[in-house]
């Protein structure tokens, strides 16, 4: 069975996945010589890709897994536009986040993860090197008393305790507020 293609501009996709969809423009047709092109850009990074004749008059935007591989995780703009000589305009603008492939080294814990297994570590006694050097407001770890070490974490606790009930609430699960009383 082949993946379905859909039918309007990603909002979110993984760098190293093959990315692919269709747009219909009616009045801008790939056989009366429009050509759509894609951008995402943002502050650091420019990505740009023609999108071809889908041979039924829409067009097809196909960046595949050997060219979204280099991408760089990120938040950029993507912007769509139709031209044909000297004529340009734009068909689409929207947020578009590059999501790092989870096939590389790359760490995936939020800053706030990282900086709470730092305190932890720091506090046992087997912080490495990397997690010593970890400052919170210009304040080195490897620089804080026992009670700034454990006032930090019971911080950076709560904010991936959060973290965590956004990201079992975008999976549908939801948050298990049950209270339990026994008698």
Partial sequence: MAHPIPTRELIRATAGD?????????????????TLTYTLLNSKSRYTIAAADNGDG???????????AAFVANEYTMIGDVSMGVERYEVYRGAFEVIPDTLTSVDLRSHARKTLQALEATI???????????????????????????????????????????ELAAAGRGRNNKVVIRF
């Avoid at 093959?18 to 429009?34: F, S």
């Avoid at 997690?131 to 991936?160: K, N």
């Fill in 18 to 34: 093959w990315w692919t969809w269709t747009k219909n423009l009616p009045n801008y047709l790939p056989a009366d010589g429009w």
């Fill in 124 to 166: 046992e006694g087997r912080a490495t090197h990397d997690q010593l050097a970890i400052s919170i407001r210009g304040r080195s770890i490897s620089r804080m008393t026992a009670d700034e070490l454990t006032g930090w974490r019971d911080e950076y606790r709560a904010e991936c305790a959060a973290e965590q009930a956004a």
């Fill in 58 to 68: 829409t067009h097809l935007l196909d960046w595949p897994a050997t060219t979204t």
